[in-house]
């Protein structure tokens, strides 16, 4: 089945908002083994609107449109998608009565622009929105399936997961098992990992295991995409492709599918019952902004002191001297003075100088990490390559790693393809 995903919106189609609904969609198409062939994004314009629907209609085998179902008179949809399909507007009166009730919940009125939600192709099926006042719905233009769904980013990726691609499976006869195995890993660029990983696809059947990468600074997503006629084949195929990249990687893996960097450092902390405090210079608090907790999240972090000037951190951190310089020493007694300071088992201590001039790709920084626990403290030291920007975020996600490494037994000082040597 080849489908084509059409985003309306002059926002979207001028730039000032990312249309970060397409890669949502594309990409949970492609993990249920569904295949999108097109992307299009349209203005708010009824001519090419109208086109685009002709266009896609005469090339794809499925179509979903995103945006265009609000009440405003830029957003045209509906009305363009009834007048493709050669039929009428009609109320829907269901999906009005829940409009009205939704306003009356929150002690409101609805306006009066908002009934243009409830009016649909009279050949259209009705397709549930459960959290928002955009209903969507389905109808065939030339005889080939359009499936419409809201430009809010959470109703339509409600929709997606409840009622498109249910529909989009359905229609296309799949009975596969499917399923998009990550890895995360950081210090490893993405031509070095394809190199590191050739092969790997052979451990499986011709066509069963498909091996991907998405790089994004400062790290790599290694994707394994595994088709079956079951979840125990599945399963079966997985296994020794999925431990054969875990072994590959190596230490560079920092977290798998929906953890985070930080969220292992925090599990690992939280196993033995411990506590973290931090102290970073020119990274503006980033680090402990990671460890900020979700819901029914572990929380380590117990304080944090952030500074431009090393002696403003150096004192913050409660240190009586002031050090000299942003290297190991300074970086040591910074976490040594700061666990002492605030009572925790551990303290990260990150320094950063960037070099002077012109802010460009070959600028560079260096970057001095401190780790002080009960077994002592360590330090790292790395010059970065890239612009002031990179060189901030690669010591971000060094300072993580280091802590992570040093919580798991793992030697911190191993180098990293974005270090110079």
Not at 48 to 68: C, H, K, Q, T, Y
Request: hydrophobic share 40%; glycine share 10%; charged share 25%.
């Amino acid at each position: 089945m080849r489908i084509e995903i059409l985003c309306t919106g002059d926002e979207i189609l001028s730039g000032k908002t990312v249309n970060t609904n397409h890669s949502h969609m594309a990409r949970r198409l492609g993990e249920v083994g569904l295949t999108v062939c097109w992307g299009t994004s349209v203005g708010d314009d009824r001519e090419s609107l109208r086109e685009a629907f002709r266009r896609a209609a005469a090339r794809a085998d499925a179509v979903i449109v995103n945006g265009g179902l609000g009440p405003t008179v830029d957003d045209l949809s509906q009305e363009m998608a009834a007048e493709a399909a050669g039929v009428e507007l009609v109320l829907h009166a269901d999906w009005l009565a829940r409009m009205e009730a939704f306003y009356e919940r929150r002690g409101r009125v609805m306006p009066p622009n908002n009934r243009k939600q409830a009016l649909l192709p009279s050949t259209a099926e009705f397709i549930d929105n459960p959290i928002g006042t955009a209903c969507g719905f389905a109808l065939e233009i030339d005889g080939t399936p359009f499936i419409f769904t809201p430009g809010v980013p959470r109703e339509m990726r409600r929709m997606m997961e409840e009622q498109v691609i249910p529909r989009l499976l359905s229609r296309s006869g799949h009975r596969v098992a499917t399923r998009m195995k990550r890895f995360h890993s950081f210090g490893i660029g993405e031509s070095r990992a394809d190199h590191m990983l050739g092969g790997v696809e052979s451990l499986a059947p011709a066509g069963t295991v498909k091996l991907g990468f998405q790089a994004h600074y400062p790290q790599l997503e290694t994707k394994l995409s595994v088709r079956a006629d079951s979840e125990a084949e599945l399963e079966r195929l997985l296994a020794p492709v999925e431990a054969e990249v875990r072994s590959r990687l190596g230490t560079h893996v920092v977290a798998e599918d929906d953890d985070t960097l930080e969220g292992v450092v925090s599990a690992l902390l939280a196993r033995d019952g411990c506590t973290l405090a931090t102290a970073e210079m020119l990274t503006s608090g980033a680090i402990a902004a990671r460890f900020l907790p979700g819901k029914d999240a572990v929380d380590p972090h117990r304080a944090g002191v952030v500074s431009r000037d090393l002696g403003q951190l150096a004192a913050a951190a409660g240190l009586a001297a002031v050090p000299g310089s942003p290297d190991s020493s300074a970086a040591s007694a910074i976490a040594c003075a700061l666990r002492r300071q605030v009572g925790t088992t551990h303290a990260l201590a990150t320094l950063v100088a960037v070099d002077e001039g012109e802010d460009r790709i070959e600028l560079g920084g260096t970057v001095v990490i401190g780790i002080s626990d009960a077994g002592g403290t360590v330090t790292r030291e790395a010059r970065l390559l890239g612009g002031r920007e990179w060189v901030r975020l690669g010591a971000v996600e060094l300072a993580i790693d280091c802590l992570r490494r040093r919580l798991a037994g793992l030697p911190v000082d191993e180098r990293i393809d974005f270090e110079k040597r």
